[in-house]
């Protein structure tokens, strides 16, 4: 009990000297529990339900910095708001986003992703294209696929032409979920076959 | 002897070092920081503790990114909780010591043996005076001088300091 308090006070103090680099905490959602780390720049990984949170934070300490610490305060803001979202009371993040897990090509297909306005859908094409190279559709697909800030970044707005799902890191259903909460897609009253 | 350097020529690999990748800090939190607050009481007593607690796990943190080398965290953290232990008692003496800076924490050899946890217990339990010598002659391996300079008094009464919580954990270890 008195080591939890101690821990508390050394967490607030990290971040007051400038020595937590990536914060993160656990947030419930209707999918299931997701992962959320940020840094100084901002949210840098949203982790799905279906990803391994231990993988997740290895793979933050190994490519941002290993100064990563469970602070569930510096998370409010993104907490408050991915709640609404889900509550279908946002349909526009206001968060600092850290880029610097994609690169390159990838990372201009996340950004003109992060374009799309709520309730509408692209093309992986028009991405690729966004991005300036119309041809590099996997390309594009892969970007999508690599997304570390899903949700925020809605990469589940982009589908194949013709309006086929495509692929989603979270799973299909969960994708179909979202488009539905977006009112995109009609909610399907049980389990597809 | 022959024989052993045969047996090294054979397999070389054995002679590199494995480095482990760094885990993300809150790992050491989770699985050490009872740890090193059992040994900052026992170091420091239970009033201080929390300051020795603090401040190892800010130092950890600081050094953490240029470790190198996650192997032997737990043995860093114990010996970054000792150096900082004997700050706080260097700090609490009269006189300021112009020795040399206690070492940088990422340059303490984790290979050190650990002592023993429940003799720092006892230790804690020790009268300050006391406690404090045991802790900075064992600890750190600090010289009586030093000690002395440390606790503010005489080398003759830091000796007797040192002699006589020795002579009690002999006692409570028998």
Same mark, same amino acid.
Request: glycine fraction near 6%.
């Given at each position: 009990m008195k080591t939890e308090a101690a821990i508390?006070?050394?967490?607030?103090?990290?971040?007051?000297?400038?020595?937590?680099?990536?914060? /993160?905490?656990? &947030?419930?959602?209707?999918?299931?529990?997701?992962?959320?780390?940020?840094?100084?720049?901002?949210?840098?990984?949203?982790?799905?339900?279906?990803?391994?949170?231990?993988?997740?934070?290895?793979?933050?300490? &190994?490519?941002?910095s290993p100064r990563v610490l469970e602070a569930p305060a510096q998370l409010d803001d993104v907490r408050r708001?991915?709640?609404? /979202?889900?509550?279908?009371?946002?349909?526009?993040?206001?968060?600092?986003?850290?880029w610097r897990l994609s690169g390159g090509f990838r990372?201009?297909?996340?950004?003109?992703?992060d374009r799309i306005p709520y309730g509408q859908t692209r093309s992986y094409t028009e991405m690729a294209r966004k991005a300036g190279n119309e041809r590099a559709v996997r390309a594009a697909g892969t970007a999508c696929g690599s997304n570390p800030i899903p949700l925020v970044v809605p990469c589940h707005r982009v589908l194949r032409t013709g309006g086929a799902l495509g692929g /989603?890191?979270?799973g299909l259903p969960m994708k179909q979920g979202l488009l539905e909460l977006e009112g995109v897609l009609e909610a399907s009253p049980g389990p597809k076959a | 002897?022959?024989?052993?350097?045969?047996?090294?020529?054979?397999?070389?690999?054995?002679?590199?070092? #494995?480095?482990?990748?760094l885990p993300p800090f809150q790992t050491l939190i989770d699985e050490h920081a009872e740890d090193v607050m059992a040994v900052c009481r026992g170091a420091v007593g239970r009033g201080d503790a929390d300051d020795c607690f603090q401040e190892t796990f800010i130092a950890a943190l600081r050094a953490y990114p240029k470790l190198g080398d996650g192997g032997?965290?737990?043995?860093?953290?114990?010996?970054?909780?000792?150096?900082?232990?004997?700050?706080?008692?260097?700090?609490?003496?009269?006189?300021?010591?112009?020795?040399?800076?206690v070492a940088?924490?990422?340059?303490?050899?984790? #290979?050190?043996?650990?002592?023993?946890e429940g003799v720092w217990m006892l230790v804690g339990a020790l009268p300050p005076k006391q406690r404090a010598a045991v802790t900075l002659r064992y600890a750190s391996d600090l010289p009586h001088a030093e000690i002395?300079?440390?606790?503010?008094?005489?080398?003759?009464?830091?000796?007797?300091?040192?002699?006589?919580?020795?002579?009690r954990l002999r006692k409570e270890l028998a």
């Open positions: 508390d006070r050394l967490k607030t103090r990290a971040a007051e000297e400038g020595l937590l680099d990536v914060a /993160y905490t656990t &947030a419930d959602s209707p999918f299931g529990p997701l992962l959320l780390a940020q840094t100084k720049r901002g949210l840098v990984r949203v982790g799905l339900p279906n990803q391994d949170c231990d993988v997740l934070l290895a793979n933050l300490a &190994a490519r941002v708001e991915l709640d609404l /979202y889900f509550e279908g009371r946002l349909d526009r993040f206001d968060l600092p986003l850290d990372q201009r297909v996340l950004r003109a992703i /989603y890191g979270g | 002897m022959q024989s052993s350097s045969i047996s090294r020529r054979t397999r070389p690999q054995r002679l590199i070092p #494995e480095v482990t990748e032997n965290l737990r043995g860093w953290l114990i010996t970054i909780a000792h150096r900082k232990a004997i700050d706080h008692h260097r700090a609490r003496g009269r006189r300021a010591l112009p020795v040399a800076e940088e924490v990422a340059e303490v050899a984790v #290979e050190d043996p650990l002592p023993d002395a300079a440390a606790l503010g008094c005489s080398p003759e009464a830091a000796r007797r300091s040192l002699h006589e919580g020795l002579k």
